[in-house]
T-cell receptor, first 116, second 116 residues
Framework: AQSVAQPEDQVNVAEGNPLTVKCTYS??????LFWYVQYPNRGLQFLLK??????LVKGSYGFEAEFNKSQTSFHLKKPSALVSDSALYFC??????????????FGRGTSLIVHP | GAVVSQHPSWVICKSGTSVKIECRSLDFQATTMFWYRQFPKQSLMLMAT?????????EQGVEKDKFLINHASLTLSTLTVTSAHPEDSSFYIC????????????FGSGTRLTVV
């Protein structure tokens, strides 16, 4: 079975400072890893994904994430936080698809609060 | 990119009535649709997976007769909450797997259901 852990319920950071939102995973075989952001009463928006290739993945809105196979981690980072980055962030993992569909497993979410 | 349109965004209904939530894939064919339920400040709970032309697969603990899922065409999946009660009040989100090598997931904007 696959699983995702987001150890922090909430991350607080001052505007302009770097931010990190942590994610570790467990999956059989090669992982497909994703980060999504959710604003209040909205669906999830895709930020970035790792399928294969470079361990450092760059995504939307200046976010990036580093795949670390040995630590089974996929932490989300941004060099300089903005107040508008305040939202709920979800990490997700799935396995390579079989039979045409593949079901992702989501972490419980981390609330990011960026203070002015 | 792939877009999933979810309607309605908000719905308030009386206890005992039924509510239908629609998710349409606008520019691609979604043979599979995932239906999630999200409680406040919590992660997404997968309720069921719908597949076009066949019966939905429900997760353990999800009442099939209460949450009716229909995937009648390649672009439309519906979730009907039957005989709704206040405890069914929640945020419901649909999601379709990515296309080709995308391997991502496209989410609807969500439906806030309040049963009074």
């Amino acid at each position: 079975a696959q699983s995702v852990a987001q150890p922090e319920d909430q991350v607080n950071v001052a505007e302009g400072n770097p931010l990190t939102v942590k994610c570790t995973y467990s999956v059989s075989g090669n992982p497909y890893l994703f980060w999504y952001v959710q604003y209040p009463n909205r669906g999830l928006q895709f930020l970035l994904k790792y399928i294969t290739g470079d361990n450092l993945v760059k995504g939307s809105y200046g976010f990036e994430a580093e795949f670390n196979k040995s630590q089974t981690s996929f932490h989300l980072k941004k060099p300089s936080a903005l107040v508008s980055d305040s939202a709920l962030y979800f990490c997700a993992v799935s396995s390579p698809p079989s039979g045409g569909s593949y079901i992702p497993t989501f972490g419980r979410g981390t609330s990011l609060i960026v203070h002015p | 990119g792939a877009v999933v349109s979810q309607h309605p965004s908000w719905v308030i209904c009386k206890s005992g009535t039924s509510v239908k939530i629609e998710c349409r894939s606008l520019d691609f064919q979604a043979t599979t649709m995932f239906w999630y339920r999200q409680f406040p400040k919590q992660s997404l709970m997968l309720m069921a997976t719908s597949n076009e032309g066949s019966k939905a697969t429900y997760e353990q603990g999800v009442e099939k007769d209460k949450f009716l899922i229909n995937h009648a065409s390649l672009t439309l999946s519906t979730l009907t909450v039957t005989s709704a009660h206040p405890e069914d009040s929640s945020f419901y989100i649909c999601s379709a797997p990515g296309q080709g090598k995308d391997y991502g997931y496209t989410f609807g904007s969500g439906t806030r259901l309040t049963v009074v």
